[in-house]
């Protein structure tokens, strides 16, 4: 078994941004904009943009951070999205999600210019990826894509299933594979005879969002698996994946955290940088 290490990865990514952002500024006088926005005062939320805007820094990448109080109105919000599409120094646009209650966030992830989404989620870029010919994708699963490639796993006439149907995980995944040639299968909730599916799996991608649902019973030997949850059990992050048992018929897994979670930053950066080279 082999334990795919997404930290090592995403590290690797970090430093060739770096190298490329360096000889890019030197070129044009300008580096990469990010713009993140954080709506209130959650948490996980704010963690998250404190770690993107660190690692912007790290990359040479310039960061535009907006923390706003939880009572800004949707009207507030449009207006700032606005300025930022219009600003030339911004590249890519971050809307951390979820948003208040009181925010339509369909209506917000729409307002941001599709050139900008750095996320991948504008109905344009999703579209785009539907047809094979985005720009920015979806980060966390371009990550994973990106993990398999690194580890020689080939992907052409392999059977994916991709467990979980979500628009920012499951779905994209799904479209990513059947780009690169796999026979791919979705599963879902409403999924008869699941163990019978993931069984087939060559690459087995779990994004349920259900703590170590994924059994050894479900999993071929020797199969791929990618686990991309992330729940906190008795204060501790764990996947989908029930890790030790499962691990013992892999043939290459993802730890959770360390595995998955580590490139959705890297490649968020990867999506600036190729924002910003599109724009010049």
């Given at each position: 078994m082999?334990?795919?290490?997404?930290?090592?990865?995403?590290?690797?990514?970090?430093?060739?941004?770096?190298?490329?952002?360096?000889?890019?500024?030197?070129?044009?006088?300008?580096?990469?904009?990010?713009?993140?926005?954080?709506?209130?005062?959650?948490?996980?939320?704010?963690?998250?943009?404190?770690?993107?805007?660190?690692?912007?820094?790290?990359?040479?990448?310039?960061?535009?951070?907006?923390?706003?109080?939880?009572?800004?109105?949707?009207?507030?919000?449009?207006?700032i999205i606005k300025e930022l599409n219009e600003n030339d120094k911004?590249?890519?646009?971050?809307v951390q999600l979820p948003l208040p209650d009181h925010i339509d966030s369909e209506k917000i992830l729409l307002s941001i210019d599709p050139k900008k989404d750095v996320d991948g989620f504008h109905p344009i870029n999703v579209g785009k990826l539907a047809i094979g010919n985005a720009l920015l994708t979806p980060c966390t699963p371009t990550g994973i894509?990106?993990?398999?490639?690194?580890?020689g796993i080939e992907i052409a006439g392999k059977h994916a299933v991709v467990m979980g149907r979500s628009n920012i995980v499951g779905k994209p995944v799904a479209h990513l594979l059947l780009q690169r040639h796999a026979t791919v299968t979705i599963c879902h909730s409403r999924t008869t005879n699941l163990e019978q599916v993931t069984r087939q799996a060559d690459i087995l991608i779990a994004a349920v969002g259900r703590p170590h649902f994924v059994s050894s019973d479900m999993v071929k030997e020797g199969a791929v698996v990618i686990d991309v949850g992330i729940n906190r059990v008795d204060g501790k992050l764990t996947g989908d994946v029930d890790f030790d048992p499962v691990a013992e018929k892999a043939g290459f897994i993802t730890p959770v955290p360390g595995g998955v979670g580590p490139m959705t930053i890297a490649l968020l950066m990867e999506n600036t940088l190729k924002a910003f080279k599109a724009s010049l």
């Open positions: 082999v334990l795919i290490d997404g930290k090592k990865v995403s590290a690797e990514i970090r430093s060739r941004l770096m190298k490329e952002t360096a000889e890019l500024k030197s070129k044009t006088g300008r580096a990469p904009g990010l713009a993140t926005v954080l709506v209130g005062e959650d948490p996980a939320s704010a963690v998250y943009v404190r770690n993107k805007n660190k690692i912007c820094n790290e990359i040479g990448f310039q960061s535009f951070g907006q923390n706003l109080p939880a009572e800004t109105t949707e009207a507030q919000l449009l207006d911004v590249n890519g646009i971050l894509i990106v993990l398999l490639d690194y580890y």
